[in-house]
Structures are given as C-alpha cells and as structure tokens.
C-alpha cells in the first residue's frame, strides 16, 4: 500500500474517536529495580567492571495524543528517563486532530521511532500500511524482554496483522459498560436494580412519571442518552437482548450484527422509550457533555453504557447540585430469553507501532524495546500512570489515592498516563482506593460482566473493503439506526438500508471476513 493511498484512506477517520476511559489499577508485587530484568534474574545491563563507562542514554522520540488542553510539563519525563536511562522527546498532538497529524505524518514519512495510533479505528486504518512493511514485526523479539513477555497473549493475538505482531498494546478491562443510576430515586419508589430489559423499561418509566425527586413537578427523564451507537446506551442494550458483538455465525457463516433479529429488538426497546417520553428525545444529536450535564443537574435517572468507573466522576458533579442523591451501578440485566450477555472490547483501546523509516534498524528496535520492558515494571508503570508519590498520589492500604489537586494531576500527569501499556495484571502497577460504595460495586460488576462476556470474532480478522470503506459503509447502517428509533423508517425501510449497505460493499466485506474466519 502507498503511503498517497493510506493518505486517502485515514483522511476519512477525521471525524470519528472512541472515547476511552482509564482505570489504572495496580497487584501487590514489589517495586522493580531499575533493571527490569533484575526481577526475573536475567540483568540486560549490569556490569561487574567498575572503570567500564556508563551505558549512552537511548534517544527516543515518541508521538501520542494529547487528552489535556496543555502539553504536560517534564515533570514525569524527567524521573522516567533517569530510571530508564533514556532521552525522551515526546511529540504531543491534541487527540482531536490527532488522525490528521497521523496522515501527515505518515505521508511524508516522518513518523517518530515510538508511533501511538488513536483507537482501534484508526489501528484498522493502518493494517494494510503495516503489511505493506512499513513497521517492524516485534512478535519474534518479545521473548527477549522478560516483562514484555507478561502482555496477554490473547490480546497480542487480537492486534496482530495477518498472524505477525507489530504492537505493543495499552489494556482495558474487557467489559466495563453497564449502568450508573439514581439509587435514591429507586428506593423512593420501591424500585430495585432491574433485573431485565422490561423492568429496565419500567424503572424508566417510572423516573419520568412518578415524581422521583419530589418537587411535584414532571420534569424528570428515565433514561439519558448521547450520538454514540457504541459507547452510549445502544451497544450496551443490544448485548442484553442477546444481540452478537458486531458478528456472529448466522446460516452458517458470519453475518453483521443488524442483520440479527435481536437488533430490531433493540431498536424497538428504544423507539418505545423515546415515544414514551422516558428518555430525551434529541439522543441522536446530544453530545456527550451534554448528556452528563442533563445526568449531573438531577433531571434524569439512568445513565447507561460506557463505564460503570465513570460513576466518580458524575457522582462528583451529582452532589454539588444535589447534595442527598445517591448513585449505584448496575449491569446483571437479562434479555427476553433470561439470559445475561456482555459485548467485550478486545482489550486494548490503543497501540503502539514502530515505523521502519525511523528506526534504522533490529539493534535500534531492542533498545527502544527495552524501554517498552522498564515500562512494563511498577516502579516506571506508576509514575507515568500515577506520578510521583508523594506529589500526585499516595498508597493506601496498597492502592493509590490520587491528590485532592486534581489540576495538577491533569496538567503534569494525564498526558503520560494515556501511554501506559499493559494492565495492572502485567505491567504491576497499583490499583486505584475507591471510597465511593457505587464505584467499589462497578469494580465488582466489572470482573463478572466477563463471565458473561461476548467476544467480537472478527476482532483479529482482516478485510480488504472493511478497512478501505468500512467507516463510511457503517454510517448507512448508524443512520437508519437511528431513523427507525425516530419512527422514520419501518422494519422494511431499515432492511432496504441493509441491503444498500451489502450492494456498496457489505457483501464484500462479509466475504472477506468469512474466507479469513475459515481459514
């Protein structure tokens, strides 16, 4: 592939990014040494010969988007080269504009030696660039680097390119989505957590009829919702009516999801609310911020979807416009079979390439490597995720307590956090002290979401027409999605849809990903 054509390609990603949450969490393994092969006996650098001199500090440069209004200070930079021997220079651009650097970057071939991508879109995008050989394949070489050696493998398999890794990858758990609700207005109406979709639907009804916050006024909503088919409530929804995870065997071979009856479902659930009046009737075009906010100032009830972590967050802002509410999390809800399900990620939100232009050549490769290995340590993983303790965050009963100075964490922190690779489970670094009983629940919801978790089988596949037109063929599809939820199109107008997505390239793709999946 020529760099004019992925040019082309990524140019369409311009308007799209996945919001990604972080949770950082930590196991309760000792502090590295600055070697990161001290802790498994293998020492990469230690020399027994006194006059030898000091190992050259290795040049990195790195770029990565930046999810804070300013480029952070050397701060973490500083203590990270120190425990890494290693010169830094890190390359932010904001996240927003982030695909556009990327293009042009890669089109005049100036991408750094340390590459981050954006999401797992933008990942798709590159697939063919990475098998045209523009990035180094790493698989082979990890063995060599006793932590990188801890990533997962099942999540390595999901980012690797026709069976060769190039990745490094910055974990997720699998499965945080669920729901955030007004548990003080449950209570008041002797409600309970719902138990499926239909007291799902009655819990929304009855936060917008029923007077839940006792000012005798109707002006209250059930359910809050924003322009996200994925993170918002739709995706979460689906998956609780047994809907598969993007694909799904159906006659045989793979088949999209909205080409399953559980989909229509979905879309029904949602119709209902939306004529009933239990959810905003403007979904399709609300902003995220402004769904919080409407969730925040007190006038709805359930906030669904994305992250059940984010339950501090809104809790945080809930309080200081009313003080007595109280928030719970939620995610056990079966669908009309009795039956429970959790779409997962694959368990990474972004990763990590290595552009051959600018790493000359394999002995370079392990030197950068080698910093990826010390990152891959508690001592490295929580400063860049935590900071400096002390500073930023303290251990309490061996989890970290961020500072009450959130600003300062946001301005010398954030920006190195978001480029921490592996999980707790890897990498070592601190799990986070959560106070917040709705937070502690979310925590444990978390973990049994996966028992029920539904796995995207195309996850590790590749598709030719998905990567080139699959970002515009999926906007036929998120369109009449919506259409349908609006009472606009009928079940047959969204099947047209359907079919006109297949005629401009569906039945493509859905060749495409079969002949891989039975390969």
């Not at 982030?98 to 030696?113: D, I, M, R």
Request: net charge negative.
């Amino acid at each position: 592939m020529t760099k004019k054509s992925f040019t082309l390609l990524l140019s369409s990603l311009l308007t799209l990014s996945m919001l990604s949450a972080c949770g950082g969490n930590n196991n309760k393994e000792a502090a590295a040494t600055k070697d990161p092969g001290a802790s498994t006996g293998t020492n990469t650098t230690a020399t027994t010969d006194p006059a030898a001199e000091p190992e050259k500090p290795t040049e990195i440069k790195i770029m990565l988007p930046l999810n804070t209004t300013d480029t952070p200070p050397d701060t973490i930079k500083t203590e990270v080269e120190k425990v890494t021997n290693t010169k830094l220079t890190y390359q932010f651009f904001p996240a927003d504009t982030y695909e556009e650097k990327l293009n042009s970057s890669f089109a005049t071939g100036s991408l750094p030696q340390v590459t981050y991508l954006k999401n797992q879109t933008t990942f798709l995008q590159m697939k063919e660039a990475i098998k045209d050989g523009q990035f180094w394949e790493i698989g082979p070489l990890l063995s060599e680097f006793p932590n990188l050696n801890k990533l997962k493998p099942e999540i390595l398999g999901n980012t690797k390119v026709d069976g060769k890794l190039y990745t490094l990858y910055i974990g997720r758990p699998l499965a945080r989505q669920g729901i955030i609700y007004r548990k003080d207005w449950a209570d008041k109406l002797g409600l309970k957590a719902p138990a499926n979709t239909e007291e799902l639907f009655a819990m929304a009804k009855a936060f917008t009829e029923q007077d839940p916050d006792g000012n005798g006024k109707k002006d209250t909503i059930g359910v809050v919702d924003r322009n996200e088919l994925v993170y918002g409530a739709f995706k979460t929804v689906s998956s609780w009516f047994g809907t598969p995870n993007n694909w799904a065997e159906k006659d045989g071979q793979l088949a999209p999801e909205f080409t399953f009856p559980q989909y229509i479902d979905t879309m029904d659930f949602f119709k209902k609310l939306r004529e009933g009046g239990y959810m905003n009737q403007d979904f399709a075009a609300t902003s995220k911020t402004d769904a919080v906010n409407m969730f925040t100032s007190g006038k709805a009830g359930l906030y669904i979807g994305g992250s059940m972590q984010d339950i501090d967050s809104l809790n945080k802002d809930l309080i200081k416009n009313v003080p007595d509410a109280v928030l719970d999390t939620h995610s056990m809800v079966a669908g009309p079979d009795g039956k429970f399900a959790q779409w997962m990620i694959p368990g990474y939100n972004n990763v990590v390439l290595f552009p051959k232009p600018a790493v000359k050549d394999e002995a370079e490769l392990k030197k950068i490597l080698k910093f990826f290995d010390y990152m891959m340590t508690p001592e490295v993983s929580n400063l860049m995720y935590w900071g400096i303790e002390g500073t930023h965050y303290t251990v309490v009963d061996g989890k970290a307590k961020a500072t009450d100075n959130k600003e300062l964490i946001e301005r010398e922190v954030k920006g190195f956090k978001d480029s921490v690779i592996g999980e707790y489970e890897t990498n070592g670094m601190y799990q986070s002290l959560n106070v917040l009983p709705g937070r502690i629940h979310a925590e444990e919801l978390v973990l049994e979401n996966v028992k029920y978790g539904v796995a995207d089988p195309t996850a590790a596949l590749d598709s030719a027409t998905y990567t080139s037109k699959g970002v515009e063929l999926q906007q036929i599809i998120a369109d009449a999605t919506y259409k349908y939820m609006y009472g606009q199109l009928d079940k047959a107008g969204f099947e047209k849809e359907v079919e006109n997505w297949k005629s401009r390239g569906g039945a493509k793709i859905i060749e495409e990903y079969n002949a891989a999946y039975t390969k």
